[in-house]
């Protein structure tokens, strides 16, 4: 069965220490891909980053 598990950080040093771990926890052969994006907008004349990653894996 493939499953994916999702990731949403503000930054990206958070956003990779999630993903480590969990990568940590698969066995060797059950991860298929990672996709990762970064969003930017304003908010109250601020920049703001989203940093996310879907890891797409069989169970």
Sequence with gaps: MYKVKLFDKEHEKDLESAVNQ???????????DIKYEV???ES?????YCFSA??????
């Design 39 to 41: 969003a930017a907008m």
């Design 54 to 59: 879907m890891v797409i894996y069989r169970d």
């Design 22 to 32: 969990f990568l940590a926890g698969l066995n060797e052969g059950q991860l298929i």
């Design 44 to 48: 109250e004349g601020e920049q703001v």
